[in-house]
């Protein structure tokens, strides 16, 4: 015997295949719903299909934005002269939730991976390298310091040398492995104020 409806299971499917929900969470967040009031139900969907249709890359940092630029490039106040490099976008709003970070981003959308077949074309590199045709101090590299984060970092580095631009690393403060994510605000800024030449 189906112990849901069919409607019920296809929700709850849907639900599961969500990052970090299991089954016990996703027939939670599924009973949840159907005891919405539909109003909130139909807010709630056109919510998510109006987020995936009107939000774009940034055209300069790749960050997620509402707008052709988002809000951190198109403050003039930020320094634009030093671009901190970051895998996703979850680790810039790691460092910008310190609230201590002047200048702007670079979002790569990944690592340098072989063994999952990500080369240097499946992210955002080319995209850096063009931005270094402007008026640029320093290169801040924080990628992770998984495997993936340090061969991406070195690959960066040897990229970016003969351009003359300054080419730093953040402190290996931050554990081995470690997602930015779910590092402290207090390391990640003594990672950052105890970056490394290059
Ligand atoms: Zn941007």
């Known amino acids: 015997m189906e112990l849901y409806s069919g409607y019920i299971n296809k ?19 599924a009973l949840h719903v159907i005891n ?12 998510m299909v109006d987020a995936r249709n009107n939000i774009h890359y940034c055209q300069s940092c790749y960050t997620l934005a509402d707008k052709e630029t988002c809000p951190i490039c198109a403050n ?3 320094d634009h002269t030093t ?7 979850r680790d810039l709003a790691a460092y ?20 999952l077949g990500i080369g240097p074309n499946e992210i955002r590199l080319k995209e850096l390298v063009k931005r270094l045709e ?6 801040i590299i924080a990628t992770n310091s998984s495997l993936e ?43 950052l104020e105890g970056r490394t030449e290059l």
Not at 19 to 25: C, M, T
Not at 83 to 89: A, L, P, S
């Open 11 to 29: 929700l709850i499917e849907q639900f599961a295949k969500l990052p970090g929900v299991g089954s016990k969470s996703a027939q939670r967040l």
């Open 134 to 139: 402007g008026d640029i101090r320093e290169v």
């Open 149 to 191: 984060g340090e061969t991406t970092a070195m690959y960066i580095s040897k990229l970016i040398k003969p351009t003359g631009v300054k080419v730093t690393r953040i402190a290996s403060g931050v554990p081995v492995g470690g997602d930015l994510e779910c590092i402290d605000e207090m390391t990640l800024l003594r990672a």
């Open 83 to 89: 671009i901190m490099v970051v895998e996703n976008i």
């Open 76 to 78: 003039p106040n930020r």
């Open 96 to 115: 910008e939730k310190t609230g201590k970070y002047e200048g702007v981003y670079h979002v790569l959308h990944g690592a340098i991976s072989p063994m």
């Open 36 to 47: 919405m009031p539909q109003e909130h139900v139909e807010r709630f969907a056109q919510i």
